[in-house]
C-alpha cells in the first residue's frame, strides 16, 4: 500500500537492519584489548552526527516535503501535500507549481483538480478555475468540497444562483462543513434571505463554537432582521 504514494520508504529497513546490527555487535565484541570500545565510541560518533544530519529535514512540513522534492522531484504527493500547506499559509502563489506539478503527474486527481480551482479563486483568476474544478466534479460527483469551491468561484463571477445551488449541493452531501454552511448562508444573507441564511449560521456556530466568523456572521444577520 505504501508504495501507491512513494517508492521509498525508510522505517522498512529498521527491522531488516537488526541482522546486521547484532552481527556487527558481534564482530566488535571480538574485537582485541581497547579495540573495540574505540571502534563502538566512533562508529556511534559518526551515527549520531548523521542522524542529527538527518533529523533536520524533519523540523516542520514544508522542510519535509521540500526535501522529499529534492531528492524525487516526480512525488506527487509531496507536490499535493505542500501546495496544501502553503494555501493553508496564505500563499496561493507559492502553492501554484505544486498543483499543477501534482496534475502532470496525476491528470485526473479529483483532489488536486479541486485545489486548483480553489488556488485560481484565491489569486483573483475565477474565469480560469471553472474547468478544472468541473472536471473534479465530473471524476467525484459527491466531492462535497469541490462543490463548495465550484460554488465559491461561480459567485466570484457573479452567477450567483448557480453559485448558492453549489453550496446547497455541498451541505447536502457533507451536512457538517462548516465551510459550505457558512459559504451557503453567506448566499442567501446577499439575496436579502435572512431567515432561510439564519439556520445555516447557528448550525455551523453549534459544529464550530470558536469559529469568530461563525458567530460575526450570525451577529449580523439576527442584526438585520
Known amino acids: 500500500y505504501p ?8 522505517h522498512f529497513q529498521y527491522l531488516a537492519s537488526l541482522g546486521l ?15 573495540g570500545p574505540a571502534t563502538t565510541a566512533g562508529l556511534a560518533l559518526i551515527f549520531g552526527l548523521l542522524t542529527w544530519n538527518q533529523a533536520g529535514i524533519y523540523r516542520d512540513s514544508i522542510t519535509l516535503y521540500e526535501a522529499t522534492l529534492r531528492r524525487n522531484p516526480d512525488a506527487w504527493l509531496a507536490h499535493h501535500n505542500l501546495a496544501i500547506i502553503l494555501c493553508e499559509r496564505g500563499q496561493p502563489a507559492e502553492a501554484l507549481p505544486h498543483i499543477q506539478r501534482t496534475l502532470a503527474l496525476r491528470p485526473d486527481y479529483p483532489e488536486a483538480l479541486n485545489n486548483l480551482g480553489d488556488t485560481l479563486r484565491q489569486l483573483g483568476r475565477p474565469g480560469e478555475a471553472l474547468a ?18 465550484h460554488g465559491a468561484v461561480l459567485m466570484a463571477l457573479g452567477r450567483t444562483d448557480e453559485g448558492r445551488a453549489a453550496f446547497e449541493r455541498a451541505v447536502q452531501l457533507q ?6 454552511l457558512l459559504n451557503l448562508g453567506q448566499a442567501l444573507a446577499s439575496a436579502r434571505l435572512l431567515s432561510e441564511a439564519m439556520p445555516h449560521f447557528s448550525r455551523a456556530v453549534e459544529l464550530d463554537p470558536t469559529n469568530p466568523l461563525a458567530r460575526l456572521q450570525l451577529g449580523s444577520t439576527l442584526a438585520m432582521q
Open 132 to 149: 478544472p474544478l468541473e472536471r473534479a466534479l465530473q471524476l467525484r460527483p459527491k466531492y462535497a468540497e469541490a462543490h463548495n469551491s
Open 175 to 180: 451536512p457538517d462543513y462548516v465551510t459550505a
Open 3 to 10: 508504495f501507491v504514494f512513494s517508492y521509498v520508504a525508510d
Open 21 to 35: 546490527f547484532a552481527l556487527a555487535g558481534a564482530g566488535l565484541a571480538r574485537l582485541p584489548g581497547r579495540a
